[in-house]
């Protein structure tokens, strides 16, 4: 709280320098394990991005459907495209729109785009986490490594219904 | 006298009007005085409304009482995140700017008047935010206001007004250093404590344009006047959101080595050491606006790993600086006292029955232990799929703003008491476990929140059991962080009696002592008679601090480690 001396520009001692060594390779491990796991690891977040609009989007969504429909659970569509094809899903308030049945160890291109808010993709308890903004067609490459009926939560508010909008992924 | 001769045309009315504190020997400007008395009330204000949020909003999410309707956990939300994250700490902040630029320098306050318009602007800001939230349903939009979901035209203006003041109290700040050193109030560089409230200063400048360009805008979309890219708003939100908590963390270790000095004695270890520290945070912290937008569409890897790690984690480095250098120069301080026994003897001689060590001490446990290790592994790129919108998050920064920034700033606030406001502290033994009371029970929040989120419970949810798959122990982790916020408000309203009471009982009284509980010695002026010869001495060196940095390093690698192997386990997604 007080003034220094005047000069206090002096060399460190011994203890800091030891622990400014270690902290500095340990930042630097840090910063290496990023692009480490963007070369090697198999969960990365996808970068892939169009622009779009709600109605375009809608549209392709709406195709999507009805090209791929299986059957339907509680006025929601259950589709079941093609693996290694373009999936899409589309949040709105509050919901997430078609189901979509994949099969385990095939990849899917998923297209994910919001028709006014920002949402939150959350897909439990899978614990993959994305985020969904209006006029981003934000697609991630998913391969499912497992089976069953995976929940999507929406994580990210969207006015008052924000908690009701649950939407579901099977997996088989 | 002509060393005052006016240096900026609205100072020139302004008389050098001081008392001079008997505890310290500062010279205590009497427009700063107002000034941090004003911005203290106004903050303590704001943390009792956000307080009574917290509360109730914490009873809804601990599932088994779950208190609240939808309609109005949203709308405490918002006012929670408004009152607490902003007006609680900037106010409090601005207070510590007031009296940093003034009384550390054993100056005056050159631009009272504009330091008054600055704070008007924020109280009008602050209750305004609080009206609309309250009033106006379509403002329920939480504390970020993602456009293009669309609140009230004046709930914008009112973050604008609040931010404006700030902004304006900020170049106060500024005036007030350089008008010192032009009359030479103080010889050489600035304390450290501060340098390091200058820090906070800069980054907060910049932190309040950056808001400017987020909210400024938005508020013409909320006319009508323009579009506004929801993208676009998330980036500039955050370059004024993020950095707006690395303000808060300049500002607390401002106040952690305050603190250290006043309660303990220190000198710092080496002053360049720990300028060097702050330096690295001016630099490079502000990238960390990126830890919002690592699963965001559109932003490539590059752009995102740069930024998440501060360049190359420089600013962490900053921060394992400080993590040494403070309880290194406690070590020092109190082993030159004779406690010189084993590795810890030093620490188990801590005045810890003084309300403001206990402050420190647990501002630094959880910021760091907690706050600190759980931001860096969510702040890693991949790894944040993992935990973006979960409760991890508000479990990080409920550990740095709560447990840590609030803390301290409550434990410095029963320093502010006696030698500002020139009251007695009343209910001394409250002040003596608040800081306890309040630190374990945020503690409890964040680890609660953490292992829910671990789990997948999103945040910012009025109802987690719509999911339907949420695991059994979610129950158990959210009790465990309902009964935190139990604590926690507990203590927060100890502070609050506390504060009122010793304001508004007692006559006015020059403080005696420094110290409020742990003797009559002055540990401010112990420390200028600090040698070096003591400070260099082999006894005195801080080998304990060695030890207890390297045990954090191992948590935070287990940690940071844990998180990729959960990484690996889950769906291959790029």
Sequence with gaps: MLAPEQTWWKPMGRLEKTWLTVALVWCIFLTIMMPLWYFMGKQNVPTETYRTT???????????????????????????????SDVYLRASTWQWYPILQLEKGKEYRLHISSMEYNHGFSLQPVNINLQVVPGYDYV????????????????????????????????? | MSALSP??????????????????????????????????????????????????IALTRWQAIHLLDALWFYRLLTLHGIDMLVAWIVFFEMAGLHFGSTVLLNARHAAPKLAWFGFILMTVGGLMANFVVLFDTNSIVTFTAYVPMKAHPLFYLSYILFAVGALIAVITFFINIVVAKREARFEGSLPLVVFGLMTAAILATYTLLEGAAAIVPA?????????????????????????????NLAAMVAIWYALAQMTVGIRPVNEKFSRLAFILYLFFINLGSAHHLLVDPGLTFGWKAVNTSYAMYLAVLGSMMHAFSIPAAMEIALRAKGYRKGL?????????????????????????????????????????????????????????????TTTAFMGFTYYVIPLIFRKELKLKKWAVWQPYVFGGGTALVS???????????????WDITFAGVVPGTVDLT???????????????????????????????????SLLLTAGTHNPLLESTKLTDRQMEDKQNQPRGTLVLVFAFLVWFAVYYLTNWWLLGRTWFIR
Aim: aromatic letters at 10%.
């Design chain 2, 7 to 56: 240096t900026f045309p609205w100072a020139k009315d302004a008389k050098d009007d001081y008392r001079a504190c008997p505890v310290t020997t500062l010279k205590v400007d009497m427009h700063t005085e107002r000034l941090v008395i004003a911005n203290a009330v106004m903050a303590v204000v704001c943390l009792v409304l956000g307080g009574i949020a917290a509360l109730l």
């Design chain 2, 344 to 404: 810890f003897g030093w620490l188990r001689n801590g005045p810890w029955n003084e309300p403001g060590f206990g402050a420190l001490i647990m501002s630094m446990i959880l910021f760091g232990w907690i706050g600190g290790v759980t931001g860096v592994t969510i702040g890693t790129e991949q790894i944040n799929m993992l935990a973006h919108n979960t409760l991890r998050l508000p479990g990080h920064f409920h550990a740095t703003v709560v447990g840590g």
């Design chain 2, 447 to 461: 680890l609660g929140m953490i292992t829910s989120g671990l789990q997948g419970v999103s945040r910012r949810n």
């Design chain 1, 140 to 172: 991630a490459t998913i391969t499912p490594t497992s089976v069953g009926e995976f929940t999507i939560v929406c994580n990210e508010y969207c006015f008052l219904g924000h908690h009701t909008m649950v939407g579901k992924i099977i997996v088989k």
């Design chain 2, 478 to 512: 959210l009790a465990i962080f309902g009964i935190g916020a139990l604590i926690a408000v507990i203590g927060g309203i100890m502070y609050v009696t506390i504060v009122l009471t010793s304001i508004l009982t007692g006559p006015r009284l020059e403080a005696s």
């Design chain 2, 219 to 247: 508020f013409f979309w909320s006319l009508g006047l323009m579009d506004f890219d929801p993208g676009i708003y998330r980036n500039f939100f955050w370059g004024f959101g993020h950095p707006a908590q690395q303000v």
């Design chain 1, 54 to 84: 709600p109605q375009e989007f809608a549209a392709t969504v709406n195709d999507f459907v009805a090209k791929y429909q299986i059957g339907e659970e509680n006025g929601i569509p259950v589709v079941a495209p093609p693996p290694g």
